[in-house]
């Protein structure tokens, strides 16, 4: 085998700690030598779960570990771009946890610090991680349309929805989330694209919402539950849901309907292969959250992210995709809060209200 | 047992033949006397069926049948609204096929015959049929999100998709059905008046569509597949997806999401109890229209129709509601032509896009 | 249509009273017109919901009912074949619950008086009441077995589950049921002949069972789970579970496992196309007794019943099954007490133990 | 972290090399060290793969590699206890493939062997592999009713069937497998001894068996499909279906019923959470074998197997298990074959049949 991948992971928080987790012990060609976070309680757990390096600094991660080739990008979400750009320009892989930013404008300036590094860095691998894309049943799903099985892919539907978390932790999450399409829809966004093909142009976008269990979120310009539609040119649809008030867990699903048949991803969930029979009826639960759902992506991401790097191998998404979802999100959280539908003209131009 | 109801089924294509069977032998308290038909061949074929009585003209039927009691309506849609009338007028119980008519304006004379003909016929029953209304299932969610079980309804999603059928009868058929939205989603937006409140006032409608396997439909103002959103004032929202284009069959299924918890209707459709272990793997069949759907709520709506002109009791649901669910229709079936969002006030005066 | 056929119930407890309401109001071509009881109240009920004529005595009935035609024996199990077999002698059409009679001598000699009458009566049908063989589902399942779909049926699997009565109703009904392979296995044995053939000879019977639940059957030499095998000569073998204790409700399913594929019935079982998220997980309910599952049978069962009666077509299944089924059952319960397999040889003849 | 365990595997077949590299990029506190195995292709494919040293005489390996401290033995089934015994007196710690042996008495004989150099090797580790202890549903599975959520188990039903394999590979195989009962069901006897406790003690087995789809079976006293049951002391009841004939995939469920309430293993089969709507129904696919379903579970097993040797935890399963699932498996295999039922006094001493 080769070297080892000498990976860093800036943020531990819960979604940090878990992918140190997947590079330290889960990707068998990655070594976990450094990770970082403004909080010492977090860098202690680190150190003490895996002997790694600590910093409290970001930028003296960057400066002191020689022999770091790969970040993974697992901060909050305000620090996403800055740090990316950062490590990108030092000639690192970067692995930038989802979204790139909650803006449009600063995602486009990671792709375009990445594309200006990759002149003097022409094997540098940037992807942002879209757990889905690695996921078993979406690419068994993605296979079989790409084979043709279901004809031509025209209706999309998909969800992400988040079990209640009655503490109050959403309101306050919104502050900086984006809004709920910008934090939740942006996988099915991204699976959109992935379906109908990278190169798809929207024509409109709609949303509305309502805040059915969280009516705090209106500080923050969010919604709890919020249902969105993307036209793209060409005669395809999408159908979004999103929202945080599931009451069994986990429901994140999608359907895709072709002129020649349907492929559906997940719409009977479930946490194992168990069945329960009880005097009230049969019962399965499923996952509580993503990371029960999606842990095994996780863990393929972390695998295929060390292989692109190591052997130069086409990274498994492209950037500008990453942008795009970014700013289709944005576009329907717009939507959602004016209540105004969105069009777009064939070049990707914004066609304004006045006009139509 | 009292008397048996005296019932007529004007129009006898392929509805109007079940509806027939429905009265004829599976309704033990209506006796079938009599069917009208401009078609001579269908009159011979239910005289040869049902040994009953036949009219070409409608007006005849209704003048001659002297113990006439009540009148099915399944003619062709275009002329439910005028049938329904006349027989309203001539004080006999109504149940008319779904919609009433493509307007509303039209569907809201049905009413206004029905409450003018009230004054004179205190008990007299006119139902729109809405066959959901009266499947177990829908009944059985019903009865749950009444009893508080899933907290406040507050989104749903429904959907009614028919088996891909490629001789074109889709196209003829749009030039009168008042496109995809009055069809097919009318029992969707039916099923949203019955779950949210028949009470809700529409915010907003949006929709878009295309046409993937049937570009002919644009020649009616069609398309083959269309989502939908409907806003609720009050917080609630309605998500629709409607179909021309299933592979394995007709795709109805409906979702209600309340604040505590969810209901899902017939989201894993089959056929009955039987799955086939193949070399392809684990497969079952699935019904491949709404009658192999909605059988057993044809007949019940059938024998509960009968008891509630037989006995007085009060009409399975409101013929306001029918009306209500057409102009809802009606107005996603625009906003899917226009592209546009159409708005609403409290009071249901639309909101002039000007003034938007 | 041809006239009614007069039927009369005899014996109108809990099933008693569904038939009567099968054949008075769901068999169009059927007219319920007696029924009898030796419980004055179970009269009084039936008169006033179905108007009929009634009796004490079932010689009575026979005797005084001039018109009638056909016999529905719904009565304790004890008095099936004694009144099966009057009206057979008298001519009558004869529906009979299952079992014929808890001896297999006892059923033969039902057989053997219908084959009798039918010198004079070659028109008369006489069946025992096995409602599975009606089931849609387990007809799809025939239908695709019978055409190849899996290429040999070779292994049967099958059971009969009670929901869990804590009442104690179990050991009381114990005394005259003839143990829980005759009072509820009787349906899987009788749908492995039918499935592998009513010409199916057994090779051996085992069994063995506990009392988990209902200690007190042992007074009657029963108990509340059992499972069997039964060997058929030819390379088939069925493997059976009954039970008392099922929490969730009637679990009854079936697979027949062939060459080339595997046919399933009911494994998922379930009481409509409702699914509801909670808090606890996804849950559905499922019927609590077998009405519930094959209610839609035992209305088919009466309607093709009528028909044969009437129109003289074949009756749906043969008498004899109906007395290999009680042969069968009553190996497995000797077995399941004496502990002992049991075997045959190829005409059927018992092959004593000291043989072996 | 502390050291990684060294680790070699004995037998690089099919299921060797998946156990090697379970160990050598899954088990992040393991390393592969060495394997061995007489067909020199194999070494080189491993030396490949993993750059690890190779032996082709098992002996040489135990000698030469001092730093050896656990065996992994997936060698053929013949050779297992040899190998197992010779690693055991060696002091290294052993997973064993299952079974230990064909014979319950050799595989006494691995036990005995264990038990005796534990005394100088009081932290050894020695296990049977049966991997499904180590799947998340079955453990899922397992607490639940540990925790008493179905009340008492009573009765058990489980299945290992596996996909038809037209090559005749298993008839070849049957030479040295031991037997159906042996080779397929030994996993659900395993289960069976766990969920109803390892100190069951066996009242009576009984089998029966055909060939449906391979007759050559027969030449090695072996079927294709059989089913067996088996009587435990204290009410408890096992029923088993193990066949080579399956035409979707691999079949294996597990279903325990409880005088409280049943949970069900894998019941509906499938490869992951793709569903496929066709024109043909909706369908899914199942995994085409054993390890398609168990994967996960092996690679719990090598973490946990590690984790115990490293750490001195109690193994997972206790070895005596896993002979008295061997002893079970072969009564079974032998009542297949004779027709007899066969059974056993309270202290585990078979019953001559002359006696009963």
Redesign the interface.
Known sequence: ?SEKLQVAVAGIGRMGMRHARHF???T?RAELIAVCSPVQAELDAAKKEF?VRTYLSFDDMLAKEKTLQAVVVASATTVHAEQAIKAIEAGKHVLCEKPLSTSPEVSQSVVDAYRKSQKNHPTQKVICGFSRRFD??YR??YR?MANG??G?P??F?SQTCDKLDPSGFFVAYAEFSGGIFVDCSIHDIDLALWFFGEDSRVK?V?A??????QPDLRKHNDRD?A?G?I?FYG???A?L?C?R?????Q?DCTEV??????????????????????????????PPDYYGRFREAFVTEANEFTAACLDNLPAPMSLEGAVAAVRIGCALQESLIS???I?FDESGKRVEASK?
Chains 1, 2, 3, 4 share one sequence.
């Open positions: 085998m330290a012990t889960l068998p002997g078993a049943s068994d799903a079989r099985d279901i031509t025209s209706v539907r409109s709609t509305v919402g309502i805040t059915a269990v539950n249902v539609i036209e005669g395809k649809i159908q849901y929202s008030m599931m009451a069994a867990g429901m309907f072709g002129t020649n048949g349907q492929i559906a991803v997940n719409t009977q969930p479930q946490s194992n292969l168990v069945n329960l029979f009880e005097s009230t009826g049969v019962r399965r639960e499923i209540g105004k539908k069009e139509l």
